[in-house]
């Protein structure tokens, strides 16, 4: 949507002082208070009719697994984090691409954001792919990696893991797959019911960027702003 909400805000704020600082002319008072009445009413219609703004992105599988133990330093934690998760097993020859397009266009746009994660499962053979991939995705500005995480585990255990979503999608012989998922911080994958594409939009093709421009980053956007106004509520309810 083009109007954001700030820009609203601005537009009220200038109705306001029209308000104030006006002749003192009954029918110009009138004719503002009936304004001031009728356009919150209208920028909130606006809002509601947007898709998957100002809501829930719903949950498609509830309480999927917490990650295998990481068999080469510490292991990350699904639970109380927003996770983009992804599965390349023993499969990193194709994935360049697929980095530098979630690098660019998601992580380096939300990686600052609180409890905001990437997590990649791979073969824990593949330790040294990984260090040469980072090279990569650091390459230019120096992007802060710190977030982007790697579970070096068993191809038995990427399997398991990966059907605990519960998805249509299959891994591929080297227990790899394109597709990247949001899990929320109750270790509940979120997407969508109602894609004008596919109907259930479970995850995105991180090797179209089409896709990750048009879908995944409004996604992302919602679960972060879900959590923002649930702790601003949070925070308000304890200060009474």
């Known amino acids: 949507m083009s109007l954001g909400i700030s820009k609203v805000t601005q537009i009220y704020k200038a109705v306001l002082t029209a308000f104030f ?3 003192k002319n009954d029918i110009y008072k009138k004719i503002v208070l ?4 009728v356009f919150p009413l209208l920028v909130y219609l606006f809002f509601a009719s947007g898709k998957n703004n100002f809501a829930k992105l719903p949950i498609l599988t509830t309480s999927i697994d917490e990650l295998p133990e990481n068999l080469i330093g510490s292991t990350p934690q699904l639970k109380e984090h927003i996770t983009i998760l992804g599965y390349w097993g023993g499969s990193l020859e194709n994935k360049k691409a697929e980095a530098l397009n979630l690098n660019e266009k998601i992580y380096k746009r ?10 990649i499962l791979v073969d ?3 330790e040294n792919q990984v260090e040469e991939l980072k090279k990569d995705l650091k390459e230019g500005v120096g992007t802060d990696l710190s977030r ?3 579970v070096y585990t068993t191809t038995e255990e990427i399997k398991t893991h990966f059907k ?3 998805t249509p999608f299959s891994l591929d012989e080297s ?3 394109p597709f990247v998922f949001i899990v929320d911080k109750d270790r509940n994958l979120r997407g969508r019911n109602d894609d004008e594409d596919t109907g259930t939009l479970y995850g995105f093709d991180a090797r179209s960027v089409a896709q990750i421009n048009k879908k995944m ?3 992302v956007k919602v679960i972060l702003a879900e959590y923002r106004l649930a702790l601003k509520i949070y925070n308000t309810q304890r200060n009474k």
């Open 21 to 23: 600082y006006m002749r």
């Open 34 to 37: 009936g304004i001031l009445f």
């Open 110 to 119: 939300f990686y600052q954001f609180d409890d905001f994660q990437f997590v």
């Open 124 to 126: 824990s053979s593949r």
């Open 148 to 150: 982007w995480n790697f």
């Open 164 to 166: 605990s979503l519960k």
């Open 175 to 177: 227990h790899s797959a």
């Open 217 to 219: 980053i409004d996604d």
